[in-house]
C-alpha cells in the first residue's frame, strides 16, 4: 500500500529526515512521534510529494503509494489515492461554502456530477459535521474549520490518510470534537493512515494509548527511525527518550515511565495519592497577598468591527462587560474560557492596546506576549529584536545581552528571528518583553504550541516573574498549565467574568469547567480528588514531572536553560536512581 | 435571486465590456446620461443594491467626473460662456467633459450592478465553464479571495502586537510612526506568505490541477441569458443609434 525505503530529504533550510524504511498494509494506522525538529511532518510531506514538488528539497530513496512513485508523480496526481488533513484550520479550508470545499476533490477528479452531492453529504456525516451542510467557512470555528477539511479529506475515499498535527490548534472542545471525527473517519473509510501529533496527552483522551494508532514509529532528533512496532512496546522501550526530550506523550505512558511499569496497566492512576501526598512543598502559599498593580472597574471590552461594516455600525458589541479585577504583585493569574469568549479581547485592552468601550484600567503600563510570537516581531536579528523600544546605547547592549542569555538566546543573537522554532520564538518574545521591565506581564496563550520543555520553560518564566514581585495575567487552555502555574484563575463565559477561584477550585467545580468548556483529564481528576488544596496541587504535578523526568533520565529540561537563573546543580541524574514505584520522589 | 443575480456571471461580465465599449463611441451627454439612469436603474432594481448602498458607491465616480468637467471646461478652446479672470468657460468644453464624466458613471454603474450581483464562486465557477478560464487559476484566486477578506482582522492583530513596545506620545497611546506601520506590513506579509503557501499545498492535495474536472453545482447558460444579452445589447444599439442622428 505506501512503500518507503530508504528515503532522506533535506530541506533547503538543512533540517530534513531520514533514512526512514517504512511499509504499510491497507488500512494500517501509524502514528509517528518524535522530538520537536525530528522532521515528522516533513516525513508526512514527502509521502504524498509536498517535498518535493512544493517545498524545495534533496530527496533520495522511493516512496510509493499503490505502486505509484511519488517522485514521478505530482501532488495533485496522488490526490485520489491520499487524503491529507494539515494542522492550520485556517489555511486548510480553501472556498467558502461548506459543501463547495468538500465537493472541490471529487470535482477536480472529475466525478460526475450525480454522484457528488450524496458523496458530500457521506463525507460531512463521517467527520461529524453533517449540520455545517450550507454554512459559510469564514463562520466556522477552527474545531469545525478541521473537520470540514477532514471531510474532504476523506470524501475521495482515499487508500492512505495522513494527518500533520490535526488538533494542535484546537481548544478542548475542538480537540475532543476532531478526536471523534477522526476514529470514526478512520473505521468508515478503511484507509490506512499516517498520523503526526505532538499534543498526544490531548489527542489520546482519557483512552490513552488505545485511543491512538496501534504502530507506533519513533524518529530520532536527528530525523532516524529509532523504533518500530506495537504501541504498548514502543511506548515502553522508547517512553523514557521521548520524555526526556520533551515530548507530549499519553498520560498512561507517561504514569508509566514515572512509576515505572507498563502503559494502560490498571492500578498506574492508583499510584498519583501516595505522589501527591509525598510531594515537597514549594512556594510560599501567601502569593497574591501583595499591592496592586493593575486594577479594572466597570470594564466593558470588544473589538471594532473591521471592514464595511464599521460605517455602519460605529459602535461595538462588547465581548464582556462588567469586569472588575485586581493583579497583585507576585501573583500568577490564569484567564480561562471557551474560544470566542473574550479572552483575548480582555488580554488587549488590559494592555493598554485595545481602548475600553467603558470602565477604566488603572495602573503602570504592563507588558504583553501575544499568542502568536511572530505578529510581534519587529527587528532584523534576534538581538535587535530584544532592542526594539529600548534607547540606543551601551547600557542597553548589556541589558540585550543578559536577557538573551538569560533565555538561552545568546547563541541565536545574529538569526533571523523568522527562522526560528515555535519554542525559540515564544523564549525570544518574552525576552523582548521583560527586558522592559514592567510591573505586569500579561501573556496570551503563552504555552500553545510548545513542546512538554517549552511549556515548562515558558511556565517557569511566568513563576519567576511573580516571585520577583512582577503581577502575572496569561490566558491558558491547558488546565495542566494553569493548575501548575495559577494562584488564581478568572473564569470568563456569557459575557462576563463569572468567577474567581484558585485552580483546585476549577477543576472540582464541574458548573464552571462546562461554561469554560475545559475538560480536565484523568490525571487532573485524580489529584482534585486527593489534594488538600491547591498549592498542594501544584506540588503534586511538580513532583510527577520531576519524578517522570528523573526516571526518563533528563537532566532538567528548564535547568540547562533556566529563565529564573538557577543552575541546575545536579546535571543529569543517574537512571538507577529513579524512585520506586510505590515510593515518593525526594527531591 | 435578484433578476440579475440569476443570469450567468460570464454573459454579464461580457455584456459590462460592450457597455464600456459602446460609451466609447458615444460622445453625446444625453446619451450617456440616459445610459446612466438605466444603469443606475438596472443596478437598484435588477441586482438589489440598496438605495443608500448605491449613492455611496457612486461617490468615487462622481468625484472622479466633477474633476473632468472642470478640466474640460476651463481648458478646451470654443465658445466662451462664461469668462473671469484667468478662467473662461467654453460651451465645447463642458459639452466633452460632461460626457467624459457620464462614460466613467455609466462604467461604473455597471461594474457595481455586475460585482453586487454575481459572487465570486459563480464567476469563477461560470468563467472556467464557459470561458475556459484555467480552473488553476480560478480557484487560487477563489481562495486569496477568502483569504483577503480575512486580511483586516490580521492587520489589527498585528498592530496592536507591535504597539506594546512602542513610546507612548503625549495623549498617553503608543506612537510608532512609519516605521512602526512598516514593520506591521512586513509582519502581515510574512504571515500572508505563508498561509498563502499552505492553501495552495491545499489545493494541489486535493487534486487542483489543470486537467478536465466536472462540476458539482454548475452554473446555468440558458435563454434568459441569451434574451438579457439581446436586450442590452438592443438598447445600447437604439441609444448609439439616436445620438447618431441628433
Not at chain 1, 398 to 423: N, Y
Not at chain 1, 488 to 493: I, Q, S
Not at chain 1, 560 to 565: C, H, K
Not at chain 2, 131 to 144: I, N, Q, T, V
Request: glycine letters at 12%; proline letters at 7%; hydrophobic letters at 50%.
Amino acid at each position: 500500500m505506501l512503500d518507503v525505503a530508504g528515503l532522506e530529504a533535506v530541506l533547503d533550510g538543512g533540517s530534513g529526515v531520514g533514512p526512514v524504511d517504512l511499509r504499510l498494509a491497507p488500512g494500517e494506522q501509524v502514528l509517528v512521534l518524535g522530538p520537536s525538529g525530528a522532521g515528522k511532518s516533513t516525513l508526512l510531506r514527502c509521502l504524498h510529494g509536498a517535498v518535493p514538488h512544493a517545498v524545495p528539497a534533496r530527496v533520495s530513496g522511493r516512496v510509493a503509494v499503490v505502486g505509484r512513485s511519488v517522485a514521478e508523480h505530482g501532488v495533485a496526481a496522488l490526490a485520489d489515492v491520499v487524503g491529507v488533513l494539515a494542522q492550520d484550520p485556517e489555511t486548510g479550508v480553501c472556498l467558502a461554502d461548506v459543501e463547495d470545499e468538500v465537493a472541490f476533490p471529487l470535482e477536480n477528479l472529475g466525478t460526475p456530477p450525480a454522484a457528488i452531492g450524496p458523496a458530500v453529504a457521506a463525507a460531512l456525516g463521517a467527520a461529524g459535521a453533517g449540520h455545517l451542510a450550507g454554512r459559510r467557512t469564514d463562520a466556522l470555528s477552527g474545531g469545525e474549520l478541521q473537520r470540514v477539511a477532514l471531510a474532504a479529506a476523506v470524501v475521495t475515499r482515499p487508500r492512505l490518510l495522513l494527518l500533520d498535527e490535526p488538533t494542535s490548534m484546537l481548544d478542548a472542545d475542538g480537540v475532543a470534537a476532531v478526536r471523534d471525527a477522526l476514529t470514526a473517519a478512520r473505521a468508515s473509510t478503511g484507509a490506512a493512515c499516517v498520523l503526526v501529533e505532538h499534543r498526544l496527552d490531548a489527542l489520546a483522551g482519557d483512552a490513552g494509548v488505545a485511543g491512538l494508532p496501534g504502530r507506533w514509529v519513533v524518529l530520532s532528533a536527528d530525523g532516524r527511525v529509532t523504533h518500530d512496532g506495537p504501541a504498548a512496546e514502543v511506548a515502553r522501550d522508547a517512553g523514557p527518550e521521548l520524555l526526556a526530550r520533551g515530548c507530549w506523550l499519553p498520560e498512561d505512558v507517561e504514569l508509566a515511565v514515572a512509576f515505572g511499569g507498563a502503559a494502560g496497566e490498571p492500578g498506574t492512576f492508583d499510584l498519583l495519592p501516595a505522589l501527591a501526598a509525598g510531594a515537597p512543598p514549594s512556594r510560599d502559599p501567601a502569593a497574591g497577598r501583595g499591592e496592586v498593580l493593575l486594577a479594572a472597574r466597570g470594564l466593558a471590552v470588544g473589538r471594532r468591527p473591521v471592514g464595511r461594516s464599521a460605517r455602519r455600525r460605529p459602535a461595538a458589541e462588547p465581548v464582556l462587560r462588567h469586569v472588575d479585577l485586581r493583579l497583585r504583585a507576585g501573583e500568577v493569574v490564569a484567564v480561562v474560557g471557551a474560544n470566542g469568549s473574550g479572552k483575548s479581547t480582555l488580554v488587549a485592552t488590559l494592555a493598554g492596546v485595545l481602548p475600553p468601550l467603558a470602565g477604566v484600567v488603572e495602573g503602570a503600563r504592563p507588558g504583553l506576549v501575544v499568542q502568536n510570537p511572530e505578529h510581534q516581531l519587529a527587528g532584523r536579528t534576534v538581538a535587535a529584536e530584544v532592542a526594539v523600544g529600548l534607547p540606543p546605547g551601551p547600557a542597553t547592549d548589556d541589558r540585550v545581552a543578559a536577557a538573551l542569555a538569560r533565555f538561552g538566546l545568546a547563541a541565536l543573537a545574529d538569526r533571523d528571528p523568522h527562522r526560528l522554532s515555535g519554542g525559540e520564538q515564544r523564549r525570544l518574545s518574552l525576552a523582548a518583553m521583560l527586558v522592559h521591565d514592567r510591573p505586569v506581564l500579561l501573556a496570551d496563550e503563552p504555552t500553545f504550541g510548545l513542546d512538554r520543555h517549552g511549556t515548562a520553560t515558558v511556565l517557569r518564566a511566568l513563576a519567576g516573574e511573580a516571585r520577583a514581585g512582577r503581577a502575572v495575567l496569561l490566558t491558558c487552555h491547558d488546565l495542566r498549565a494553569v493548575a501548575s502555574v495559577a494562584d488564581r484563575v478568572l473564569v470568563v463565559a456569557d459575557g462576563g467574568l463569572v468567577a474567581d477561584v484558585d485552580p483546585l477550585g476549577l477543576l472540582r467545580e464541574p458548573r464552571l469547567l462546562a461554561a469554560a468548556r475545559l475538560r480536565p483529564s484523568r490525571l487532573l481528576r485524580r489529584l482534585a480528588a486527593v489534594v488538600g488544596d491547591a498549592g498542594r496541587l501544584r506540588d503534586a504535578l511538580a513532583a510527577l514531572d520531576a519524578c517522570a523526568l528523573l526516571a526518563a533520565g533528563a537532566p532538567d529540561p528548564a535547568g540547562a536553560r533556566d529563565p529564573a537563573g538557577a543552575p541546575d546543580p545536579a546535571g543529569a541524574p543517574d537512571p538507577a536512581g529513579a524512585p520506586d514505584p510505590a515510593g515518593v520522589p525526594v527531591r | 435571486m435578484t433578476a440579475l443575480g440569476a443570469r450567468n456571471p460570464t454573459v454579464k461580465l461580457l455584456l459590462v465590456v460592450a457597455v464600456s465599449l459602446a460609451t466609447l463611441a458615444l460622445l453625446d451627454p444625453a446619451a450617456l446620461a440616459a445610459l446612466y439612469l438605466l444603469g443606475l436603474a438596472a443596478a437598484r432594481w435588477g441586482a438589489g443594491v440598496g438605495g443608500r448602498r448605491l449613492l455611496l458607491a457612486q461617490v468615487p465616480f462622481w468625484t472622479f467626473g466633477v474633476g473632468v468637467l472642470l478640466v474640460n471646461a476651463m481648458s478646451r478652446p470654443g465658445a466662451v460662456l462664461v469668462a473671469g479672470g484667468p478662467f473662461r468657460v467654453t460651451h465645447e468644453g463642458l459639452v466633452v467633459g460632461a460626457a467624459l464624466a457620464l462614460r466613467g458613471c455609466v462604467i461604473g454603474v455597471a461594474t457595481v450592478a455586475f460585482l453586487a450581483s454575481t459572487p465570486p464562486r459563480d464567476l469563477m465557477v461560470s468563467l472556467v465553464r464557459h470561458a475556459r478560464l484555467s480552473p488553476r487559476y480560478a480557484y487560487a484566486l477563489l481562495a486569496g479571495h477568502r483569504m483577503l477578506a480575512g486580511l483586516p482582522r490580521q492587520w489589527a492583530t498585528i498592530r496592536a502586537a507591535q504597539q506594546v513596545r512602542a513610546p507612548l506620545g503625549r495623549d498617553g497611546r503608543p506612537h510608532e510612526g512609519w516605521r512602526g506601520l512598516a514593520r506591521s506590513a512586513f509582519a502581515l506579509l510574512v504571515a500572508s506568505i505563508r498561509a498563502s503557501e499552505r492553501v495552495a499545498l491545499a489545493l494541489e492535495s486535493r487534486g487542483l490541477s489543470s486537467g478536465p474536472r466536472t462540476v458539482w453545482r454548475p452554473v446555468p447558460l440558458g435563454a434568459a441569458d441569451a434574451a438579457l444579452a439581446a436586450g442590452v445589447l438592443g438598447v445600447l444599439a437604439l441609444v448609439v443609434l439616436a445620438a447618431a442622428r441628433l
